[in-house]
């Protein structure tokens, strides 16, 4: 049996690049993205692949946008520096043998659910996803692990249970009701993750909370009728698109390590 490793690679870049303190420049982008290529390293070494996926995102919109306008409107653009060294990055990371995929309108994140989901569905063997992205570990109810490589530490089911107050299936209607103000989708008006997670653990689903909402006399009843359709459109915007045209095979991704 394989084992896929997915790699968010800007969840990795980014947060290596602004971890540092010095303003924007070629040089900053330089170093980060030296420190991002041995964390790709350190990941392809420690977890072993038979295949690796690094996905990243294209950039500019996304069919997201074409649901909701605001999307990600309060989210800082990527530092030109960073953006300008990408495409040099990508060329680094096929010479180790990896193939970088980055594809218009859509996501790294849902480049990523789609080929996991595959992999998963296929019976290939184990997939682990390389990210601190919460939206992501909705795919540990279908099978995946998760790795949080700055921690060192796994994401597993129990995790999210413990972390966010629900199991990984629930994560994206938890998601559509808190909101999440990264990138810039509401969900509903003074919903927090405690209150998300009760509402969830006594309805079950988006749909039995809304029917449970047209006989609370509350205001959080109130809020919910009021804010029934941005509700929807926020678990539409939290919701992994899994069936993108990736354009790879899986031999494309196959990893030999070099001896």
């Given amino acids: 049996m394989g084992r896929l490793l997915a790699i968010d690679g800007l969840n990795i870049v ?8 010095e303003p924007d420049s070629d040089l900053k982008a330089d170093i980060a993205l030296r420190h991002a290529l041995s964390s790709f390293r350190t990941l392809v ?7 690796v996926l690094p996905a990243f995102d294209f950039g500019g919109t996304t069919w997201r946008h074409s649901l909701y306008q605001g ?3 309060a989210r800082d653009p990527m530092p030109a520096p960073l953006r300008a060294a990408l495409p040099g990055f990508y060329q680094t990371l096929e010479k180790l043998g990896l193939k970088p995929v980055s594809l218009p309108e859509v996501e790294a994140d849902d480049v990523i659910g789609t080929v996991v989901m595959r992999w998963l569905n296929e019976g290939r ?10 939206d992501l570990h909705c795919l540990i109810a279908h099978g995946a692990l998760v790795w949080d490589h700055f921690k060192s530490e796994w994401h597993d089911h129990a995790w999210v249970e413990s972390k966010w107050g629900v199991p990984p299936d629930q994560l ?20 927090g993750a405690k209150t998300a997670a009760r ?35 926020s678990r539409q915007l939290v919701q992994l698109k899994t069936d993108v045209r990736v354009g790879v095979s899986w031999n494309m991704l196959a990893w030999h390590r070099a001896e």
């Fill in 45 to 51: 070494n420690d977890h072993d692949p038979s295949h």
């Fill in 71 to 73: 999307y990600r409107e």
């Fill in 125 to 134: 063997g184990e997939a682990v996803v390389a990210s601190t992205d919460k």
């Fill in 172 to 191: 994206p209607d938890l998601l559509a009701l808190m909101g999440d103000a990264t990138d810039s989708i509401p969900g509903v008006s003074k919903v």
């Fill in 199 to 233: 509402l969830l653990r006594t309805y079950g689903t988006l749909d039995g909370i809304m029917e449970g909402a047209g006989i609370l006399k509350d205001k959080l009843g109130e809020t919910l009728r009021k804010e029934r359709e941005m509700l929807y459109l």
């Fill in 14 to 21: 980014r947060r290596v690049y602004e971890a540092s303190p």
